[in-house]
């Protein structure tokens, strides 16, 4: 099992930035991604970014060019900075890792945490 905690959200003006943290506990050492999604009100959650464990990042268009995935390994925790945030940035932003051990695969989700970007 790996537990996921997410802290960093809140209320920020349009332009501004917040960072994000997600650190993880447990059977850590079967983890090979870890990524943060996102839910808006009436949306479908969607996938803001991701990090492997070899370092590759990917982000979803809306996002590249103003937000950051990154990860301290020896900490086990993984960060979002986000820049120049928009009000369509608003969203539960949610911790996500995935785990491979002996071939199983296994999903894993933190609770959230909630950012509001004020027009």
């Avoid at 590759?56 to 979002?80: C, P, W």
Wanted: aromatic share 10%; glycine share 10%.
């Amino acid at each position: 099992q790996v537990q996921l905690v997410e802290s960093g959200g809140g209320l920020v003006q349009a332009g501004g930035s917040l960072r994000l943290s997600c650190a993880a506990s447990g059977n850590i050492f079967g983890i090979t991604s870890m990524a943060w999604y996102r839910q808006a009100p009436g949306k479908q959650r969607e996938l803001v970014a991701r990090i492997t464990t070899a370092g590759t990042t990917n982000y979803v268009d809306s996002v590249k060019g103003r937000f950051i995935i990154s990860r301290d390994a020896a900490k086990n925790t993984v960060f979002l900075q986000m820049n120049s945030l928009k009000p369509e940035d608003t969203a539960v932003y949610y911790c996500y890792a995935r785990s491979t051990v002996r071939g199983i695969m296994e999903s894993y989700w933190g609770k959230g945490t909630l950012v509001t970007v004020s027009s």
